[in-house]
């Protein structure tokens, strides 16, 4: 019987950047919805199980400083990557040191624009005042090592590596979401730009992680995949998926087909980017009641949780600010009733 200390994960070069990264990376968002103390255990156990690249952001709260607590007894030997979504020159700087000291570090590895996803987005970064010029200056003066960008939008991320100016990119990549596959991931490799997998399993949508895993990880072009783990559970799974075989089995591929048919292009993702609702309604769990009930299972607590969302959710003044901040454009407005609906049909039944 092998022990789990003894797996080891395969190692990739990020582009340009040179650095040798473990393909099963840590994704930041999901530490946000647990303790302190249990995020700084998670983390932990990614480092002892042999992650190297940690990911974060300045907007998902208090991720960077549990990253940063977690990781600074062994900054040398990790790598982290955050991310801004200032546009100028100022709110990119106000970032970055914020950053710098959650993270409890004088240098941030990789240092991201966030979010890049649409062509105004990308006029006001490279503008006089944009925030790309900040970002140079934060490399030359070495409290960034390199620099990357992110995206929701395949297409306009295609467009941009062209320019050749970043050393990374990140980009969603699921079997949901193959855009990246056709085009993108090939430029990648070309041009010598590395690529970090974001969303492989859909925010937890779909119903296997580690079918959704085993499927980005077999692709050849993909340099690390981060998906967001929250639990010491999460980590060893996806470390052993990560560490062996990435052949799918032919239930593992009807697992896949079924989340197609199922799902289709209209699932949260859980990133929350939504949030906040002036309704203060918690609208990515209301989207995923059915994957959280097959995770929690229908406690006391999931109960409270249950109501509590119900009650809110009939709350909705329907303002559209959540549509608005989704990355994929999903009409929230008409599939917050239309879920809770369903799920409470499925229960019942």
Same mark, same amino acid.
């Given at each position: 019987m092998y022990l789990?200390?003894?797996?080891?994960?395969?190692?990739?070069?990020?582009?340009?950047?040179?650095?040798?990264?473990?393909?099963? %990376?840590?994704?930041?968002?999901?530490?946000?919805?647990?303790?302190?103390?249990?995020?700084?255990?998670?983390?932990?156990?990614?480092?002892?199980? %042999?992650i190297n690249f940690f990911d974060t952001a300045r907007c998902y709260t208090v991720s960077e400083e549990r990253v940063g607590k977690a990781l600074e007894n062994v900054r040398d030997n990790v790598i982290i990557a955050t991310k801004s979504l200032g546009r100028t020159k100022e709110d990119l700087i106000n970032d970055l040191e914020t950053s710098l000291i959650d993270l409890r570090t004088d240098v941030i590895d990789v240092f991201q624009l966030h979010n890049v996803s649409t062509k105004e987005s990308w006029e006001e970064i490279t503008s006089q005042n944009g925030a790309l010029g900040a970002l140079y200056k934060a490399h030359d003066e070495g409290k960034v090592r390199h620099i990357g960008i992110t995206s929701h939008n395949t297409s306009i991320l295609t467009e941009i590596i062209k320019e050749q100016i970043f050393e990374t990119v990140q980009v969603p990549f699921n079997y949901l979401s193959t855009l990246p596959a056709e085009e993108l991931l090939n430029l990648c490799k070309k041009l010598n730009i590395g690529n970090i997998i974001m969303k492989p399993i859909g925010g937890g949508a779909f119903n296997s992680a580690s079918t959704a895993l085993k499927y980005i990880l077999r692709e050849e072009n993909v340099d690390v995949v981060i998906p967001g783990m929250m639990s010491i559970h999460e980590v060893e799974e996806n470390v052993k998926i990560a560490a062996g075989s990435y052949d799918l089995s032919s239930e593992e591929l009807e697992i896949i087909e079924n989340d197609k048919s199922e799902l289709g292009n209209q699932f949260c993702r859980t990133c929350d980017y939504c949030q906040p609702c002036p309704q203060e309604i918690n609208i990515s769990f209301a989207l995923n009641l059915a994957t959280i009930l097959k995770r929690m299972g229908y406690s006391s607590r999931f109960e409270e949780l249950y109501q509590d969302i119900k009650s809110k959710a009939s709350t909705c003044i329907e303002c559209g600010e959540c549509e608005a901040r989704c990355p994929y454009h999903l009409p929230i407005r008409k599939l917050l009733p239309a879920r809770i609906k369903s799920f409470e049909k499925n229960l019942k039944d």
């Open positions: 789990l200390r003894d797996l080891i994960l395969k190692e990739k070069i990020l582009g340009k950047t040179g650095i040798k990264v473990n393909v099963l %990376g840590f994704g930041g968002i999901p530490i946000q919805r647990i303790s302190e103390e249990e995020a700084i255990k998670v983390i932990n156990r990614c480092y002892d199980l %042999g």
